[in-house]
């Protein structure tokens, strides 16, 4: 009597891959990724440190023919989000790296996986009225799919930090007939800065000089932490969160890292200025590299491999927390 075997593992395509934050929460709900593409040459090694068993394509979007990638059940990715981002100057569409949303529906309508999906800042809401935002929609259903989005604080999905990120499901009209994408309900748990790294609190090393890397002579992997001035810009508002709060969002740089609670919350001395308390200097550090990494969620065994410590803090910046990757995961896979 012959066996039935058992159905493989659904796979994935990932796209704008960087350090792997999607990634790795979709390998958590039990997906394979079996195909990433990164274009950022400062990120490769860490992606091959912690995704061995993916190959990594190296080339721009934009150089990628449809044929060269892989047949999978899903496709997921964060195109560039600098063209919609408030802190820019949100460009939108016009921007080339705006333009890589539309490089990102080419490759779903030639390969036409069962769903996939997209992430972004919040501002790229801003251009739902201007239509640029509306047209992305449109091109993503003209290609087979139907559509749902939402904005998702990640706080609400067992990340210590506010970050507000609009999350896009296609599910295809024909693969996934009648099927409709609900986006998971928060969680009960509220998760703070100390549930994130209150061990880490003692033991943080300053960058060696010009913020290299202090490498292999950390305790902690990646447990240290930028020196170096605060620019008016940020003395303008109180960066410190205390303990029993989540994190400020974690940005894309070193410079803009949130202040570890440790230190007393700012003291505002005049219009958009303030200052760190007096006599408590020395406790207003910058969170550490592994710190960020802890409050986007990457587990300690996950190793950022960098010489200039700014490309640590930019690659988990730009990550996708890997628990709210987990939660939408794990409800794409009922549906499939």
Known sequence: MSQIKPKSKLTISSFFSGAGGLDLGFEKAGLDIVWANEFDKNIWSTFEHNFPKTKLDKRSMTDIDSNDIPEADG?????????????????????????????????????????????NVSGILHDLHSGSFQKLLEEFEKVGYNIFYELL??????????????????????????????FPKPSKKNFVL???IWDLRNNAEPAKEGNKTNGEKLKINNHEYMTGGFSTMYMSRNRVRSWDEPSFTIQAGGRHAPIHPEAPKMELVGKDKRIFVPGKEKLYRRLSVRDCARIQTFPDSFIFKYNNIADGYKMIGNAVPVNLAYNVAKQILKDL
């Not at 970050?163 to 009209?173: C, D, E, M, N, W």
């Open 75 to 119: 496709f997921i990715g964060g195109p560039p989000c600098q063209s919609w981002s408030e802190a820019g100057a949100r460009r939108g569409e016009g921007d080339k790296r705006g333009q890589l949303f539309f490089e990102y529906v080419r490759v779903i309508k030639d390969k036409q996986p069962r769903f996939f999906l997209a992430e």
């Open 153 to 182: 604080n990640a706080n609400d999905y067992d990340v210590p930090q506010d970050r507000k990120r609009v999350i896009i499901i296609g599910y295809h009209k024909k693969k996934m007939k009648g099927k409709k994408f609900e």
């Open 194 to 196: 100390k549930d994130a």
